[in-house]
């Protein structure tokens, strides 16, 4: 059941008036976060330290490796290279070539040096991790300097599988045992050292390619491509800065703060918010009509049924009530807006307030003294009602009517609650009353 301007505004005072403080606390606490987030936002921010990145210098190393093909055989052709592979075989490609490959990438760069240092190490490992004997033969070194970003510096050379398997067993002969595990592997240690970004910076990396015999075959197990990245910062204090929400968030707040706080105040001390009985009335009865709204049907009762004595029911509730608890039903008059319930002799009524129905009722007493302060005119005994007088023409008879018996202007028509003045009996009598007398 839809609620009607004067339903809202009384509901809308009804809930300021009860609630006025909480919400004057609840605009006053949006006025505080909205006042301290403004001056912290855009006021005094403050500050606060940040890292900044002034060089970073990124270098990849990786192994690269191949055998040739030097023996006639059934699959492949002699010179044939075999490259990137996990197993070569020993008897047709012995020797594997292996090329070391590093380039670095900087913003900016100045006298840059790459070394390079391969080495073979061959050594017998227990199962904790104990070494118990290690050979270190070295490879190839290399040393480039003034190298660009992104310029390749390469270091080559190459094993033969046939002489490092036989080295391997002449050190586990001479030693005469062999405890552990024999490992054989080459390790690049590579550095990089130069000015990156103005500042002077350097990277080391250390890279193993390990390297299994079975006799037949061999295998190379290469880590793939390896980057390093070495950055220098600097800390430094800045202004604090803070988003978009924040920034007009804060403002937000404090102006609806203020507003509401604003709008309460003024609304609590320029009007008055307590609701009348009269008006409390109103909003009870329209809690019962949405409450009972399907109990009630609108249609117009005969003539008759209004003919029997009428009982007045305090509230809308309780004519459902008995209507519910006597199985008859609620019938709204479509005319008057009163409710009706028939049962038996009695026809049971609840008419509802109008909203404002006492403020009007005071207004109208208000005028109706002050009407009649002003003029100065008596009603007539017995009419009930205020007559509208009519000045007396210059000949001495009225406008309209004329006058009675007695001399007493009546107008030709005068509406007292709607009914015509000469129609009223007591009108009447009055008038022939006076007749009378003065006969």
């Known amino acids: 059941m839809a609620s009607d301007p004067n339903e809202t505004r009384l509901r ?53 490796h191949s055998a040739t093909v030097t023996e006639p055989n059934a699959v492949f052709e002699t010179g044939a290279v075999l490259d990137e592979r996990s197993t070569y075989f020993t008897r047709i490609a012995p020797e594997l070539d292996v090329s070391v490959a590093t380039s670095y990438a900087a913003s900016t760069a100045e006298n840059v040096t790459v070394e390079l ?42 094993l033969n599988s046939t002489a490092i398997d036989g080295r391997v067993a002449a050190i586990e002969e001479g030693l005469g045992a062999s405890p552990g595990q024999t490992e054989t592997f080459v390790r690049t240690e590579v550095a990089v050292d130069g000015s990156i970004g103005g500042v002077p910076t350097t990277s080391t990396q250390t890279l193993d390619m ?125 005319e008057t807006g009163a409710f009706h319930a028939v049962f038996g002799e009695f026809i049971y009524t609840y008419r509802p307030p109008a909203p404002g129905s006492a403020a009007d009722e005071e207004t109208a007493d208000g005028a109706e003294v002050g009407g009649g302060a002003d003029s100065g005119a008596t009603a007539p005994e017995g009419t009930g009602s205020a007559a509208t007088a009519s000045p007396p023409s210059e ?30 009996d007591d009108d009447a009598d009055g008038i022939d009353g006076q007749s009378d007398d003065r006969a």
């Open 12 to 64: 809308l005072r009804a809930v300021l008036n009860a609630q006025s403080t909480a919400i004057l606390v609840v605009c006053l606490l949006l006025v505080a976060v909205g006042a301290g987030l403004a001056y912290t936002t855009h006021v005094d921010p403050g500050t606060e330290t940040q890292t900044r990145t002034v060089s970073s210098l990124t270098v990849e190393s990786e192994y690269r």
């Open 117 to 158: 240092a391969s080495a073979l190490v061959i050594r017998n490992v227990g199962e904790q991790g104990t070494v118990y004997w290690r050979e270190t033969e070295p490879l190839a070194s290399e040393t480039v300097s003034n190298v660009a970003p992104g310029e390749p510096v390469n270091a080559s050379f190459t």
């Open 210 to 334: 390990t390297i299994s015999h079975d006799g037949a075959t061999y295998s190379v197990s290469d880590p793939g491509v390896q980057s390093a990245t070495t950055e220098r910062t600097v800390s430094e204090t800045v202004e604090r800065e803070y988003g978009v929400l924040r920034s007009f968030g804060g403002p937000l707040l404090l102006f609806v703060g203020l507003v509401g706080a604003g709008g309460i105040g003024y609304a609590t001390r320029e009007y008055d918010l307590a609701l009348t009985p009269a008006e409390r009335e109103y909003l009870s009865y329209r809690d019962d009509r949405s409450e009972f709204d399907e109990w009630i049907t609108t249609f117009r009762l005969p003539g008759s049924v209004h003919e029997r004595p009428t009982a007045e029911a305090g509230s809308l509730r309780d004519l459902v009530d008995f209507a519910i608890d006597n199985d008859t039903g609620v019938v709204k008059d479509p």
């Open 395 to 424: 000949d001495g008879d009225s406008p309209d009517g004329g006058t009675d018996d007695a001399g007493v202007d009546v107008p030709e028509e005068a509406d007292v609650w709607g009914t015509d003045a000469r129609s009223t």
